[in-house]
């Protein structure tokens, strides 16, 4: 397992750099000659960099250096892998992409050029998904002859539905940018080379919330949107109680009634 180095960060591998901007964490893909190809060592960093987040980072925004988000899976890791070797690289890039899922803070994706195979993958594990002008989706497993092992079959579906994955695998479609953003691939769209601030923008906005508000947001509505109706409103009830019975909320609330609180404005 790595080991923190002096800014706090765990060691990561070449392919990778951490930066941290007060309460949020910066993570770059750098492997701009590969286009951000994700090799073993790239996963195993980014399962360690999500696990050993420092103390007062509140939230990440990744990224990636050059043209490109991700060209997806390292193709020139795969071809010596026989069947078992196979399942088991595909539970490592299933634990690291749950390290971001099902982290400690909410992960900012911020996506251009190719976003493709494991890179879309990747993608899909954040909490939300910026995309600038340039960025592409597509899902070249079938032309390949393999299939995605990086928790597409899991995470696509329900962002985009199994038909318009279907379709991305049997005819090899790219989608574009706006393309993307109207079937909810991503959550913003914005001007080449502005994504970056965007993400920064945000991260910042979802630092500024209440912890146990961004855990139960992570951790609980997922699980409710899985579980039958009534299992989920109990599951609701009790963590709004929780929530609403923390020191931090009553704080909260009683600013907005004391009129320090911000107001909710139109967007
Ligand atoms: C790579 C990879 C890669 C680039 N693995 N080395 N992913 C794909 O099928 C996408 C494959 N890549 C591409 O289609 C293109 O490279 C791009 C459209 C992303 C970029 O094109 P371009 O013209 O900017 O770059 P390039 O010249 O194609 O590539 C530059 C270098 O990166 C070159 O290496 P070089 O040593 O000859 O300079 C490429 O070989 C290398 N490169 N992409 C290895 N993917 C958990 S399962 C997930 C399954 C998948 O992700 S399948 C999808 C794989």
């Known amino acids: 397992m790595a080991t923190p180095s002096k800014s706090g960060f765990p060691k990561l591998p070449a392919s990778l750099t951490a930066e941290r901007r007060g309460e949020v964490a910066i993570l770059t893909l750098k492997r701009p000659q590969k286009r951000n190809a994700l090799d073993d060592v790239t996963i195993l960093g980014i399962e360690a960099f999500f696990t050993m987040l420092p103390a007062g980072i509140k939230a990440v925004v990744l990224h990636g250096a050059g043209e490109h988000f991700s060209a997806g899976l390292d193709l020139g890791e795969l071809t010596e892998r026989n069947v078992a070797a196979g399942v088991e690289h595909s539970r490592m890039w299933h634990r690291a992409f749950d390290a971001i899922q099902f982290g400690r803070v909410p992960a900012v994706a911020v996506l251009h050029g190719a976003v493709v195979g494991g890179g879309l993958e990747l993608a899909a594990a954040a909490h939300i998904r910026?995309?600038?002008?340039?960025?592409?989706?597509?899902?070249?497993?079938?032309?390949?002859?393999?299939?995605?092992?990086?928790?597409?079959?899991?995470r696509l579906p329900r962002l985009i539905g199994v038909a318009?994955?279907?379709?991305?695998?049997?005819?090899?479609?790219?989608?574009?940018?706006?393309?993307?953003?109207?079937?909810?691939?991503?959550?913003?769209?914005?001007?080449?080379?502005?994504?970056?601030?965007?993400?920064?923008?945000?991260?910042?906005?979802?630092?500024?919330?209440?912890?146990?508000?961004?855990?139960?947001?992570l951790h609980v509505l997922?699980?409710?949107?899985?579980?039958?109706?009534?299992?989920?409103?109990?599951?609701?009830?009790?963590m709004a109680a929780i929530a609403q019975g923390s020191d931090e909320a009553k704080a909260r609330l009683k600013d907005?009634?004391?009129?320090?609180?911000?107001?909710?404005?139109?967007?």
Do not use: C, W
């Open 164 to 217: 318009r994955m279907q379709d991305m695998m049997l005819t090899g479609r790219s989608y574009d940018a706006a393309d993307g953003q109207a079937i909810g691939l991503s959550h913003y769209l914005v001007e080449p080379g502005a994504g970056l601030a965007k993400g920064i923008t945000l991260a910042e906005r979802i630092a500024t919330n209440a912890p146990l508000t961004n855990f139960a947001v």
């Open 130 to 154: 910026i995309a600038e002008r340039s960025a592409y989706y597509a899902l070249p497993e079938g032309s390949r002859g393999i299939y995605v092992g990086g928790g597409a079959s899991v």
């Open 256 to 267: 907005f009634l004391e009129k320090r609180g911000n107001k909710v404005l139109p967007g």
């Open 222 to 238: 997922p699980r409710i949107a899985e579980s039958d109706p009534a299992s989920g409103y109990l599951a609701e009830s009790l």
